[in-house]
């Protein structure tokens, strides 16, 4: 096959991974922010009503991160070797916090340990959340020494954390009602300022701290988009505050996540054509044409699938998760 057929393939896995990745932000970002809410919530009562709004989803949200790894592994093998090994501690850490939510939600109901239980859930939902900034401020920075990027990957895990509790505490406003939905309308608002700023922060510190990131603003046709993105999702903030004010159930989880996808599309224009900023381009790490093709045929399969189900089960379990105010 020739080059021009493996340019596209490229393109397409780069595409695809980073749909796959919106995909898996926002549904299990939801559900993590539920659980860390639950640290802020003393009664069983209301972290019984938070745990049911994800009780019938969260299992399926964390199958995106799976596709993500094994499509990253496959598609471009060399920046899965470096991305591993260079991120191999707070990989582990989420991974060990998700296993904490998955044991946490099934041995929650025990009489005699239950609270325990909700603790672990809790935490798990933190150490996962925190470790993806971590992630995300890694991979941002290149990898630079500890010292001068420790500043940066902070700020970024306290954005992931304060983003994903925005989205749990809308999901919440939509699926509860009574004062767990009042309380979860306040911390939204909250949340929501503190992504936004953690946001202007990290924008600002990328400007005047990666030379990769920094030129790439400046080449020809990216500053236009990333302005109409930044006017996005501004407009976005301001239909998720009104949202709140106005008593909204639906609309602050949907400006929520749009917020999320305008900021997710900044990003991916950022970063472009890189995969680790300065380091590594997706043509240096992308499998070969026979490779990228194979698997664009089982992903092809699987896609559909993987949609029309989270669609599905979203559908069934629509609506509230109780039918009267909870005291």
């Known amino acids: 096959m020739d080059s021009t057929t493996h340019t596209l393939l490229t393109l397409t896995w780069f595409g695809l991974i980073g749909l796959m990745l919106v995909f898996y932000v926002v549904t299990d970002g939801f559900d993590l922010g539920v659980g860390m809410l639950t640290l802020l919530c003393r009664k069983r ?11 019938h989803v969260w299992d399926a949200n964390e199958t995106w991160l799976v596709v993500v790894g094994g499509g990253l592994f496959g598609a471009f093998p060399a920046a899965y070797a470096i991305l591993m090994q260079a991120l191999y501690l707070p990989v582990m850490a989420m991974i060990a916090g998700l296993i904490m939510r998955g044991a946490a939600i099934e041995f929650r109901h025990s009489s005699q340990h239950g609270r325990l ?12 959340a925190i470790s993806q900034g971590i992630v995300l401020g890694k991979v941002i920075t290149g990898f630079l020494p ?6 940066f ?10 983003g994903y509790t925005l989205l749990g505490a809308t999901w919440i406003v939509k699926k509860a009602a009574g004062p767990i939905q009042r309380w979860a309308r306040r911390l939204a608002v909250v949340s929501a300022q503190f992504t936004v700023a953690a946001a202007l922060v990290l924008t600002a510190a990328t400007w005047l701290g990666s030379v990769a990131v ?3 603003w400046f080449q020809p046709g990216v500053l236009a988009p990333l302005a109409v993105l930044g006017a996005l999702a501004a407009l976005s903030f301001v239909w998720l505050l009104a949202s ?7 609309q602050p989880f949907r400006a929520a996540v749009t917020l999320f996808m305008v900021s997710f599309a900044g990003l991916t224009i950022s970063l472009y054509p890189d995969l680790i900023p300065g380091r590594l381009t997706i043509w240096q790490a992308g499998s070969d044409t026979l490779t990228l093709a194979f698997m664009l045929i089982g992903i092809g399969l699987v ?8 669609l599905y089960q979203y559908a069934v379990f629509r609506g509230k998760v109780i039918d009267t105010p909870h005291a």
Request: charged share 15%; glycine share 12%; hydrophobic share 40%.
């Open 45 to 55: 009562e209301d972290h019984d009503v938070m745990i049911q709004t994800i009780g």
């Open 117 to 128: 239980w909700d603790t672990v859930f809790g935490v798990g939902s933190l150490v996962a």
């Open 146 to 151: 500890d010292g001068p990027s420790t500043a």
């Open 153 to 162: 990957i902070t700020v970024t895990a306290i954005g992931v954390v304060s």
């Open 214 to 216: 920094h030129a790439r």
């Open 244 to 250: 709140l004010y106005r008593g909204r159930e639906s």
């Open 303 to 310: 896609f559909p699938v993987m949609i029309g189900y989270n």
